[in-house]
T-cell receptor, first 114, second 114 residues
């Protein structure tokens, strides 16, 4: 069965550079969530999209932006990278927002800022 | 604001023992509760999903219970094995105020002693 695909799996960037993380949800899933997990931390909600529109916003820095495209894939853009942005970034998808269906998580993108 | 708490933060038990991990949440307006396993530096593996209308779910040696009214869930692991060593995360999908996000606890780091 198709799962949530994230790319790249690993990314190394220098401070002040820009990074773009991509997420391909499970087909027919209409909701995408982004999470950030720092070393030794629990995943923190960043932002979510429903039917290509931003639906909820969490603790996402102003330097980050995200969008969901017509094919439902989503991209998280991170600018002016800081050392503290080094983390594992997860994407999840689900269908039928508000229905309580299961959310499926990708394997994550490990971002290292040096 | 929904808060998810997991107790204990860390647990070491000899192989073969049965054990219980605890999760509590402050807002009972949830769609479901999900238990995940995470190995160091790796992604999230979904173990069990309990819908808000359900009381428990079982998969192999794992059994998860949910008491929505009291805001509690437990994950029971029978006959623990060294391969069960990992961090176990509890997450609730909340439905308050038209929000639809998944909130994680900080996890329980489990170490099974051979």
């Amino acid at each position: 069965a198709a799962g949530v695909i994230q790319s790249p799996r690993h990314l190394i960037k220098e401070k002040r550079e820009t990074a773009t993380l991509k997420c391909y949800p499970i087909p027919r899933h209409d909701t995408v969530y982004w999470y950030q997990q720092g070393p030794g931390q629990d995943p923190q909600f960043l932002i979510s999209f429903y039917e290509k529109m931003q639906s909820d916003k969490g603790s996402i820095p102003d330097r980050f932006s995200a969008q969901q495209f017509s094919d439902y894939h989503s991209e998280l853009n991170m600018s002016s990278l800081e050392l503290g942005d080094s983390a594992l970034y997860f994407c999840a998808s689900s269908m039928l927002r508000g229905s309580g269906t299961e959310a499926f998580f990708g394997q994550g993108t490990r971002l290292t800022v040096v | 604001k929904q808060e998810v708490t997991q107790i204990p933060a860390a647990l070491s038990v000899p192989e073969g023992e049965n054990l219980v991990l605890n999760c509590s949440f402050t807002d009972s307006a949830i769609y479901n509760l999900q238990w995940f396993r995470q190995d160091p530096g790796k992604g999230l593996t979904s173990l069990l999903l309990i819908q808000s209308s359900q009381r428990e779910q079982t998969s192999g040696r794992l059994n998860a219970s949910l008491d929505k009214s009291s805001g509690r869930s437990t994950l029971y692991i029978a006959a623990s094995q060294p391969g069960d060593s990992a961090t176990y995360l509890c997450a609730v999908r909340q439905e308050r105020n038209r929000d639809d996000k998944i909130i994680f606890g900080k996890g329980t780091r489990l170490h099974i002693l051979p």
